[in-house]
Structure formats: structure tokens, C-alpha cells
């Protein structure tokens, strides 16, 4: 967070404009390096028991911070530029920063609930984070280009395309908030759901994308299935880890980013040579591919019969801070 508050300081501050593509470069690292431990670190002083629940209730807050976080910032640089906004968001990261050394407790990670997967298989996590980037990547090739979509294929006025991104987020938190109630006693389940919502919303973009109601309809049920299979993605990590969480999380994090570029840089080719219309096409048949690796793999998993579990006593502690380091009690 220090290094994100100081990226975006750089940036309020920046001279020219290679100073700024600089500076953006560095914040795009922080956040990758902070993904890379948020899920091991928020899920550790909590139950084993309840780690979904945990991990789709932090997802919310990743959630909803494209809903507030995109308007807010386009509203604050309109208003007193971007300068302005960039400056606010060094602050923030500065506040948070005081935020997690004051509230956030301190423990060695073995202590920890999440220290180590409960059903570790390395094969399969494989799989997953094989998976994840093809179902990322899928739903990016649309959604970084979902704005010349909706303008060229659905007709749409640009100045209803915020209500329409507004919409699509407030679905993924309603699909973050649904993934609640699955993720803990139906983990695979969570994951495959998600994928068929997107996958059948992607394929149903490209052929009645032209009909407003139904891509309307159709955006928000990209919304709430991307949002949902990142919190499910997250929470099969947990279980199916080899080793460490933490490393197994910068795993996760990795596949994240490779769909995301990988998504980016396939959207911004087909856009110019195969038309918007191409792109939801294409993002199904990569979600499609996903969904086809996961639900193999589940159904392997049950004709194998259940994976042994990580057995270790349950972890519902309270952290005591002390002059020392704190330790769980």
C-alpha cells in the first residue's frame, strides 16, 4: 500500500508523461503484489470452516470498488482535475496503511487458518489456475472493450453507458454476495456456476446484443458471474494449494493477471479487423473452455472418490497484541 500511495503521488506530481506511464507501471505492481497475499492474509485468523464465507465477503469490497471507485475518480478529475484525483488516491493509500497497522493483528503464518490447503493436490491446482486464466481472459476480451459494444452492436447513447457499467457492478456484488452461501459446502459448484452464467451470457451478447432489454439483461449477468468466479477461484485455492497459501495466492493472483493481459490484448485485436460483435463471441468460447477443464476435472475428482483432507485442530482464536509480537491464544 505504500508503494501504491507513492505510485499515484508520482503521478499527481509527474512532469511528463513518461514519468506518469512510469508511475502507473509501479501502482500496477502494487496491486499485483497485493493480491498476491490479501486472500491468505484475511482468511488466517478465521475458522477453516467458514473461509468461504470470509473470502466472499472480502471479494465485496474488490467488488464494489469499480462501481464507487470509477465514477468518483471520473467525477473528481472532471471537477478539479486529474491531478487532483490521483493526489486523493495517495492519500487513501496512506490512510489505509494506517488502517492495517493499527487494526490488522500480526501471527506467523503457520499459525494461521489458512496456512496450508486442506485438500492439497498439486495436479489439480494446476488445472485451476490453467482455468482461471482462460475464464478471466475470456470475460476480458469483452468487458475491456464492453463500451465500443454497446455503442456499435446494442446502439446505446453515451450517456446512458454509466447506468449500464453501474448496473453490470451492482450485479457482481449481488453475485458476490450469493457466493456467500455455496462456497464452503459447495466449493466446485461455485465454480462451475459462475462460468455457465458467463459463458451463456457471453454467447447470448453475440447473438442478441442488437436488442437493448436483453443486453442490458445479459451485461449484468457477465457482471455477477465474473465477480462470483473470482470468490470461487479464491476459495479452491485455499483447498487445493500444494504447499504454502501464500505462494499458492501469488499463483492465483499470476493467472489473474495473465487472463486479464492476455483478454486485453486479444479484445484489441479482433476489435479493428472483426468488429465488437467478434468479441463476445471469442470471450465465450474461452469461458466455455474453462468451464469444459473445471467440470472435467470435478467429474475425475468424483470417480476417484474424496481427496484426503488436511486434518489440524480448528483455528478460532483471538489475537492479543503485545509489546512483543503477537501471538494467537
Known amino acids: 500500500m505504500l508503494l501504491f500511495a507513492a505510485g499515484n503521488a508520482t503521478a499527481a506530481l509527474a512532469p511528463t508523461y513518461a514519468v506518469l506511464a512510469g508511475s502507473r ?5 502494487a496491486q499485483a503484489l497485493f493480491w498476491s497475499i490479501a486472500t491468505a492474509t484475511v482468511t488466517g485468523p478465521f475458522p477453516v470452516a467458514v473461509r468461504g464465507r470470509v473470502i466472499a465477503l472480502f471479494a465485496t469490497g474488490a467488488t464494489l470498488a469499480p462501481v464507487l471507485g470509477v465514477p468518483l475518480g471520473t467525477w473528481l478529475g472532471q471537477q478539479a482535475g486529474w491531478r487532483v484525483a490521483f493526489a486523493a488516491l495517495a492519500g487513501v493509500g496512506l490512510a489505509i496503511v494506517a488502517a492495517v497497522l493499527v487494526f490488522l493483528p500480526s501471527y506467523p ?3 494461521g487458518g489458512a496456512a496450508r490447503g486442506t485438500a492439497p493436490d498439486g495436479r489439480r491446482f494446476a488445472l485451476l489456475l490453467i482455468a482461471t486464466a482462460f475464464g478471466i481472459g475470456g470475460f476480458m476480451t469483452l468487458q475491456t472493450y464492453v463500451t465500443p459494444f ?24 449481488v453475485g458476490t454476495l450469493a457466493a456467500t452461501r455455496t462456497l464452503d459446502t459447495r466449493p466446485i459448484a461455485s465454480l462451475l456456476t459462475p462460468l455457465s452464467i458467463g459463458t451463456a451470457s457471453l454467447f447470448g451478447l453475440y447473438a442478441l446484443g442488437a436488442l437493448r432489454p436483453g443486453a442490458v439483461a445479459l451485461l449484468a449477468g457477465i457482471g455477477l458471474a465474473y465477480a462470483a468466479f473470482g470468490s470461487a477461484v479464491q476459495n479452491r485455492m485455499l483447498q487445493l494449494a500444494p ?7 501469488a499463483g492465483v493472483s499470476t493467472a489473474f493477471n495473465a487472463g486479464i493481459a492476455g483478454g486485453s490484448l ?4 479482433l476489435l479493428p479487423t472483426s468488429g465488437a460483435r467478434s468479441l463476445a463471441l471469442v470471450g465465450g ?4 473452455v ?10 475425475r475428482g468424483r470417480a476417484a472418490g474424496p481427496a484426503p483432507t488436511a486434518t489440524r485442530p480448528s483455528f478460532s482464536v ?12
Open 243 to 249: 504447499g504454502s497459501t501464500d505462494i499458492a495466492s
Open 150 to 173: 454497446l455503442l456499435d452492436v446494442s446502439g446505446f447513447a453515451d450517456a446512458v453507458l454509466a447506468p449500464l457499467l453501474f448496473a453490470a457492478g451492482a450485479a457482481g456484488v
Open 109 to 111: 503464518p503457520a499459525a
Open 318 to 329: 483471538r489475537m492479543r497484541r503485545t509489546p512483543s509480537s503477537p501471538r494467537p491464544e
Open 266 to 269: 486479444l479484445g484489441g485485436a
Open 290 to 299: 474453462a468451464l469444459t477443464l473445471l467440470a472435467v476435472d470435478a467429474r
Open 25 to 29: 507501471l509501479v501502482t500496477a505492481l
Open 285 to 288: 468460447l474461452l469461458t466455455l
